[in-house]
């Protein structure tokens, strides 16, 4: 069935390197797929909506700076974590509707630790 | 999107059927209601959702009470892989569009042996 992959699964990079993480849709095509964060023990919380073609849309509080999204086609968005620190360290994952398939498909998330 | 209320944590035995909670009170006329989990170090997983009637399928069934102001998440014949962080979501829709998906706390349901 229709599944979102994401690349890495993990990363461990020293602080100030920039660090991108891939979503891909397989087997549909999506214009628009969401970036999430997680905290341990905490819930996912939106950073962004990625939308094909044009700009992403960033939720209140979230660096648009710091965090590179680009859309380039329709099943390939990228998150690039800029000069990353410690505290950028979390669980990062992409999520893509299928509109003509069944559900709203997540990534297997990224676990960004920045040491 | 309607807030959400669910217990944080909940156990269940194993071959038992879990019953997860969900109040939904300020629930809108055109809010479906959305059940994903999310298992340790994974991306959340969709499950079940429905808008008044109950719905069943080969994960779950979900019961949505006349009022619509609650609904429990049935897994008939829990399993140790059925541990997981169970969130409910209300949001406009019943389709899967382009509308972001904003998650709460959940319950935390584990399956003890």
Known sequence: GAVVSQHPSWVICKSGTSVKIECRSLDFQATTMFWYRQFPKQSLMLMATSNEGSKATYEQGVEKDKFLINHASLTLSTLTVTSAHPEDSSFYICSAPDLHGQGRHFGDGTRLSIL | ?113
């Open chain 2, 1 to 113: 999107d309607a807030k959400t209320t669910q217990p944080p944590s909940m156990d269940c035995a194993e071959g038992r059927a879990a019953n997860l909670p969900c109040n939904h009170s300020t629930i809108s006329g055109n809010e479906y209601v959305y059940w994903y989990r999310q298992i340790h170090s994974q991306g959340p997983q969709y499950i079940i959702h429905g808008l008044k009637n109950n719905e069943t399928n080969e994960m779950a069934s979900l019961i949505i009470t006349e009022d619509r102001k609650s609904s429990t998440l049935i897994l008939p014949h829990a399993t140790l892989r059925d541990t997981a962080v169970y969130y409910c979501i209300v949001r406009v829709g019943s389709n899967f569009g382009n509308e972001k998906l904003t998650f709460g706390t959940g319950t935390r349901l584990t399956i003890i042996p």
